[in-house]
């Protein structure tokens, strides 16, 4: 016990040297970044197992050790979640000022011997703290959560060392390095320093039947080539080698060549860690597949609910309905008939038209009020719910029909729901989806002059609320999260397509670098560029548990917002002299990096789609949830549809 100051670390230490406070000594906002409901370093282990811990300090880097010794006259046989560590990172979330400034992301990597974490600041601002493997590996982790938290607390962690068996008297370790580093840049870059520690890149991790798959394997020390074993699936694999003084370099690459998962492992020594590539149909292929899924087996064609797209329950093989908000006919479900209007743009079949026709049906029947522009919460024009986010889904919904059937009655409703949207104080609400470019666009097309007018007033109107709350994002559904920030991006950079006043670009600018800190750069292709969220298995899925969600579809939010980014860039260096003389350089790579961006997030969430047409609405990635099983795809086909629409809808960056 006690507290020590070294470097630019503070910390206290309880009991057995866990660690009770761990802060950066010159962060004004004193933010403790080991904060919950377990103390850092608390263990974990079976019985026979005695353990000890220790820390040291490395030059200006606080060292951890564990070790692990079985006192028991057997073999100790350890499977995956037998033996585990808190690691409580700080976060969760509270009202935004806390979040930005005393909060963090927690970007885990729980790759062997090459195992890592990067926590950034929620804000963005100052000093962040990094954790890599010294001694040892993780194979995985888990959380534990507090139910009366709901949404708002991602829990604490519990990291699982990569150990299988502790012999009688025998002793093992584990040991990990803590360090601050400026960005995620910096962070890269000290692990690519760090000796003896590979690091696996690749600007994707999710690839269509027919790409080639390239990935980039950086160590440093004092290795022949001959010494680094490269594979595929346990395959050896041909790697290119270069190096530049002690550090080496290989690139490996290979044809993906049918729908399945591919894990590149990477063993240097007696150390190892791997990397984990999706291979998936082709764009067209899978939603082709998913449309006739849909009105094969998602459609209700009976009944109060007829024409309606339902829940599927790929385990019991049938539609499931509920009243209850997110099981319902309505909501984010809509998803499925903006993905049937949006294909059938390209590809017309009778069979799913009229598929789309009776879906279309039931909402003009039992959802949309057009006498009011009312967008009800479920059938029977229901509205134990005004939920605000149903208006923005619909009006979308009924873009892609106008733009479908060329039919202006579908184009007034989508301009009745926004406009409903807006009489209920919309502008103060930070919506998911809001279409209001796209229903600008169409309305000034077709000669709807006054009501375009009208759309981009409620646009600018948005967008100065947004404006003028800054970075003190209001709460939703969740205090804080991606898809409030995605919104502030999407609407921001909306009136700036609308008007062209450069102060709504830059607003945009502002809330897109909090937004990009959602995500994170795991060689994993669930965790690759796909947002934190870690709540929605549980509102959606069949099996109700919380706990990290990657993917989950609303992630692809951010990609959206990348490629309306990279959208306008293109524009202004296309459009203006300065753009063309000035600066060029720098806004063709800003370009280029935000068109990577929106490809890794939009094809990041296409592992929820199987070449057969089914779907899960969310893959819950921890090993275990307050000790329940995770680790897999939720079996209902809920709300997903949004991820596969928004890449048909930017196939040119998917």
């Given at each position: 016990m006690g507290t020590e100051k070294q470097g630019e670390f503070y910390v206290e230490f309880g009991e057995q040297d866990t660690i009770r406070v761990l802060r950066n000594r010159y962060d004004e906002y004193e933010m403790n970044w080991a904060e919950g409901e377990h103390l850092w370093g608390t263990v974990i282990c079976p019985e026979g197992i005695r353990t000890k811990k220790s820390h040291e300090w490395d030059g200006k880097n606080l060292k951890e050790i564990y070790w692990f010794k079985n006192e028991s006259r057997y073999p100790?046989?350890?499977?995956k979640g037998d033996l585990g560590i808190y690691?409580?990172?700080?976060?969760?979330?509270?009202?935004?000022?806390?979040?930005?400034?005393?909060?963090?992301?927690?970007?885990?990597?729980?790759?062997?011997?090459?195992?890592?974490?990067?926590?950034?600041?929620?804000?963005?601002?100052?000093?962040?703290?990094?954790?890599?493997?010294?001694?040892?590996?993780?194979?995985?982790?888990?959380?534990?959560?507090?139910?009366?938290?709901?949404?708002?607390?991602?829990?604490?962690?519990?990291?699982?060392?990569?150990?299988d068996c502790i012999q009688p008297g025998e002793e093992k370790r584990i040991a990990w390095t803590l360090f601050w580093f400026r960005n995620q840049e910096d962070f890269y870059d000290t692990l690519k320093e760090t000796y003896d520690?590979?690091?696996?890149?690749?600007?994707q991790f999710s690839y269509f039947v027919g790409e080639e798959a390239k990935l980039t394997i950086s160590i440093r020390g004092d290795y022949e080539k001959e010494d680094i074993q490269i594979s595929r699936n346990g395959v050896p694999i041909q790697a290119w080698w270069s190096q530049d003084r002690d550090r080496k370099k290989a690139i490996v690459s290979?044809?993906?060549?049918?729908?399945a998962d591919d894990c590149i492992q990477v063993q240097y020594g007696k150390k190892r860690t791997?990397?984990?590539?999706?291979?998936?149909?082709?764009?067209?292929?899978?939603?082709?597949?998913?449309?006739?899924?849909?009105?094969?087996?998602?459609?209700?064609?009976l009944g109060e609910l007829k024409g309606a797209y339902l829940i599927f329950d790929n385990e019991e093989q049938k539609r499931y309905y509920s009243h209850s908000h997110d099981h319902n006919s309505c909501r984010e479900r809509v998803a499925m008939g903006c993905l049937m209007a949006s294909w059938l743009q390209r590809h017309r079949e009778s069979e799913l038209e009229q598929s789309l026709d009776a879906y279309l049906e039931f909402i003009e029947r039992e959802i949309f009020l057009v006498s009011t522009g009312d967008v009800c919460n479920d059938c029977h024009h229901n509205m134990d719910w005004d939920r605000m986010y149903n208006y923005p889904w619909m009006a979308q919904f009924f873009i892609e029909v106008y733009r479908l059937k060329k039919d202006v009655t579908y184009l007034n409703y989508a301009f009745l729901c926004m406009k409903r949207y807006y009489e209920k104080d919309g502008a103060s609400f930070y919506a998911i989806g809001v279409p209001n470019t796209a229903l600008y666009w169409c309305l000034d097309a077709e000669g709807m002059y006054k009501e375009a007018e009208k759309v981009k007033e409620y646009a600018v109107a948005h967008a100065e609320v947004i404006r003028k709350n800054g970075l003190n994002y209001p709460e939703h559904e969740?205090?804080?999260?991606?898809?409030?920030?995605?919104?502030?991006?999407?609407?921001?950079?909306?009136?700036?397509?609308?008007?062209?006043?450069?102060?709504?670009?830059?607003?945009?600018?502002?809330?897109?670098?909090?937004?990009?800190?959602?995500?994170?750069?795991?060689?994993?292709?669930?965790?690759?560029?796909?947002?934190?969220?870690?709540?929605?298995?549980?509102?959606?899925?069949?099996r109700r548990l919380y706990g990290d969600t990657f993917p989950h579809y609303w992630s692809t939010l951010t990609g959206v917002e990348c490629v309306r980014m990279a959208q306008i860039l293109r524009e202004i260096g296309e459009g203006s002299e300065q753009g063309k003389e000035n600066g060029m350089k720098q806004r063709t790579e800003e370009e280029?990096?935000?068109?990577?961006?929106?490809?890794?997030?939009?094809?990041?969430?296409?592992?929820?789609?199987?070449?057969?047409?089914t779907a899960s609405c969310a893959y819950v990635y921890p090993h275990t949830v307050n000790g329940v099983k995770a680790g897999y795809y939720d079996p209902w086909a809920?709300?997903?549809?949004?991820?596969?629409?928004?890449?048909?809808?930017?196939?040119?960056?998917?």
């Open positions: 100790i046989y350890i499977q690691q409580t990172w700080n976060d969760n979330y509270q009202e935004a000022d806390i979040c930005l400034t005393r909060r963090c992301h927690t970007h885990i990597w729980c790759g062997g011997d090459a195992s890592y974490v990067m926590a950034v600041r929620m804000g963005g601002e100052g000093k962040h703290l990094g954790l890599r493997m010294t001694e040892g590996g993780l194979a995985g982790y888990s959380v534990v959560r507090r139910p009366e938290q709901r949404s708002n607390d991602r829990g604490d962690f519990i990291v699982h060392p990569n150990i520690f590979p690091v696996i890149e690749s600007e290979f044809p993906v060549m049918e729908e791997w990397a984990r590539i999706h291979g998936m149909e082709s764009l067209e292929s899978l939603t082709k597949n998913r449309c006739h899924f849909l009105a094969d087996h998602q459609q209700e064609m969740v205090n804080y999260e991606q898809s409030i920030v995605a919104p502030a991006v999407n609407l921001l950079l909306q009136a700036y397509q609308l008007t062209k006043n450069p102060v709504y670009l830059k607003e945009g600018r502002m809330h897109m670098a909090v937004l990009l800190l959602f995500n994170g750069k795991a060689p994993d292709y669930h965790l690759y560029e796909n947002a934190i969220r870690h709540w929605d298995g549980y509102w959606f899925g069949k280029a990096f935000y068109k990577e961006a929106a490809k890794a997030s939009l094809r990041g969430c296409l592992n929820l789609f199987r070449k057969d047409g809920n709300d997903q549809d949004w991820a596969l629409y928004y890449a048909y809808q930017y196939q040119e960056f998917c």
